[in-house]
């Protein structure tokens, strides 16, 4: 079937392409100029266009936003390139794709408000400033209004005199990052990727998903192969960045992102990268002034850079101070499980947290089986428990060891065939991260029965203060350095004394064997 100009069936067509951008660079971004300009008359502006103008700081969905009218005049306009092309007889699918596509694109990209475009192109291309706006040009026309009405072309704004003089400055002052001063961070979260879904979970990817504890929902399935070419990128370009800002009362906190993936940490080989991107971001920080800088999850492997040890030691005269936030940690862990328990069944017992919590149990009595592959690691772990209690350090290499305890404290993943070992009515005690998914409904939960966690207990035991309840979720692994540079940590639940900020300390040593203080109660 054929239609004049357009071939059912022709996929691509360079030369109409050419046509098509022709078209557009002439007759719509023309019209579309003297259009725009004739809406910010009085009365077509009163009437119609001040409700995009509404927007005084635009967002990316601000182009779209349009009374009905002004979108009927807008639709007629962007058809010219199209409808051109096909009376030219170079029509073709590839056409609509991209025209529509690339347009929508840039519509997005100028009302953003945030300037993404370097500097470079503009300074070696000659003359490409007025073929192609910028967030900065069109954020220039919602705040003065009255200058910048080109609808991608600056070329018009310079011909017909409305080009806002400060445009091109503005650019590369915001290009460059300084267009407005820069406070920095009180305190610096560095966390990393799980799996890798995990990165639509980013507060930039979807504001949704962000917002709730991290776990794969099925419409992440449906982008999971844009995972591989985004791993790829991080590979070959990428370098830590900022995920998220929050202002807690006075204190300005941010959470940075290692461009790294959790299984990326237990291979050997990939240590060194991933230890240039957290030493890089730490020296960053410092330079910025950042007063606390915390390194979350597997950024403080022990095996990976000592619990941040190795950059405290490489850089000594550091002003910021390193810490890890284990200290914290283990003692909400330890606020959870009873006075009265006898005996617990330990995962992840040699690592730091593992370690500091097995060593405060056997000090208090209670048989402590850890489980680890390492008689090595288990016996420093047993060489730094005091003489009379070592014999409640137990030994085991079968996770089937731990049928019997009713108390498991996980330090590491669990699949479903090991959450099926212990007996109903375990209390799975987890600092794991992320979370373990609640398998077992018959588990007994010091939380309250209208609890979300009605049948496991959680990381942590603490009392947040109001202003912090109403973050984000992700927002709360900010607690342990909040507290420090309040200078408060002081955790009741395990008498644990730190108030770093004041002594210039780091914190990247392992956890000292902890004390629980009479009448203690949830960390406040």
């Known amino acids: 079937m054929t239609i004049k100009g357009l071939h059912v069936g022709r996929l691509f067509d360079g030369k109409g392409l050419v046509k098509m951008l022709l078209l557009h660079m002439g007759p719509t971004e023309f019209i579309y100029y003297w259009l725009h300009r004739a809406l910010h008359l009085h009365t077509l502006y009163a009437n119609y266009h001040s409700h995009h103008h509404a927007s005084f700081v635009p967002e990316a969905i601000t182009g779209s936003v349009h009374p009905f009218m002004e979108h009927l005049m807008y639709t007629i306009n962007f058809a010219i390139p199209l409808i051109g092309t096909w009376m030219a007889g170079g029509a073709s699918v590839a056409m609509f794709y991209i025209y529509l596509l690339g347009f929508d694109l840039l519509n997005i990209l100028g009302h953003c408000n945030f300037e993404l475009f370097p500097i470079w192109p503009f300074k070696y291309i000659p003359g490409l400033k007025y073929l192609i706006y910028t967030p900065t040009f069109h954020s220039l026309h919602h705040s003065k209004v009255h200058t910048n009405f080109c609808l991608f072309m600056p070329l018009y704004d310079w011909m017909y005199g409305t080009l806002d003089p400060n445009s091109w400055t503005l650019f590369e002052k915001a290009s460059a990052g300084v267009a407005v001063p820069h406070k920095a961070p009180n305190t610096v979260f560095l966390a990393h990727g799980t799996e890798l879904l995990s990165v639509f979970h980013l507060p930039f990817m979807s504001r949704t998903f962000a917002a709730h504890p991290f776990k794969t929902h099925w419409l992440m399935y449906c982008v999971w192969p844009l995972t591989l070419p985004m791993l790829l990128v991080l590979r070959l370009v990428g370098q830590v960045f900022i995920a998220d800002k929050h202002r807690l009362g006075h204190l300005n906190i941010q959470t940075w992102v290692t461009p790294a993936f959790a299984i990326e940490f237990f291979f050997k080989s990939q240590w060194a990268r991933i230890n240039s991107y957290i030493e890089g971001a730490i020296l960053d920080a410092e330079k910025a002034g950042v007063e606390v800088f915390g390194l979350g999850a597997l950024n ?98 079968d996770i089937s060891d731990g049928k019997q305890c009713d108390c498991w404290v996980v330090g590491r993943f669990l699949s479903v065939k090991e959450q099926a070992m212990p007996p109903p009515g375990t209390t799975f005690h987890q600092f794991v991260v992320p979370p373990l998914n609640e398998l077992r409904k018959d588990c007994r939960s010091p939380f309250p029965p209208s609890s979300s966690a009605s049948y496991w207990s959680r990381e942590t035991s603490l009392v947040l203060p109001d202003m912090v309840k109403k973050m984000s979720y992700a927002s709360h692994t900010w607690l342990p350095f909040l507290l420090m540079i309040h200078r408060v940590f002081h955790i009741s639940a395990a008498g644990v004394n730190r108030e770093g900020v004041s002594t210039g300390t780091h914190r990247c040593q392992p956890l000292q064997c902890l004390r629980r203080r009479k009448g203690s109660r949830a960390v406040r």
């Open 300 to 397: 403080k492997n022990e095996a990976l850079n000592g619990g941040g040890a190795l950059f405290v030691k490489s850089h000594p005269n550091l002003r910021m101070r390193v810490v890890h936030g284990n200290t914290l940690t283990a003692a909400a862990v330890l606020q959870k499980i009873p006075m009265s328990t006898k005996s617990v069944f330990i995962l992840g017992a040699t690592s730091k947290l593992g370690r500091a919590i097995s060593l405060y149990l056997a000090k208090r009595g209670v048989n402590v089986t850890m489980l680890t592959m390492s008689r090595e690691r288990y016996e420093a772990v047993v060489n730094d428990c005091a003489e009379p209690y070592r014999k409640h350090l137990i030994h085991s290499t």
